[in-house]
Nanobody, 118 residues
């Protein structure tokens, strides 16, 4: 079993930056991913990182605004989000998966709300 807890969400203004964190406990060795779900929309994939941290993978629409990283010594995965836009408003989830790219996940966190005001 894997447990994931996200943090770092909040209310920010357009153009601001925010860093989300996801702390993993339980089994290790998983690739990790970040997803989000806006009201009335399906959950969408944002970024993924391999267990080793060597490889990353991003959704094309992000255009370099978000960066995923991990600190295995801290059992933590991060999502650095820059130049935030109102359309980035959503609940953000981290996930653990054996798949690559990590479009599907075996374990999910509870989510953290990000709200971007214009």
């Amino acid at each position: 079993q894997v447990q994931l807890v996200e943090s770092g969400g909040g209310l920010v203004q357009a153009g601001d930056s925010l860093r989300l964190s996801c702390v993993r406990s339980g089994r290790s060795g998983y690739n990790m991913g970040w997803f989000r779900q806006a009201p009335g929309k399906e959950r969408e994939f944002l970024a993924g990182i391999t267990w080793t941290g060597i490889s990353t993978y991003y959704a094309d629409f992000l255009k370099g605004r978000f960066t995923i990283s991990r600190a295995n010594a801290k059992n933590t995965v991060y999502l650095q989000m820059n130049s935030l836009k109102p359309e980035d408003t959503a609940v953000y989830y981290c996930a653990a998966t054996p798949h690559w790219p990590p479009y599907e996940a075996d374990y999910w966190g509870q989510g953290t709300q990000v709200t971007v005001s214009s």
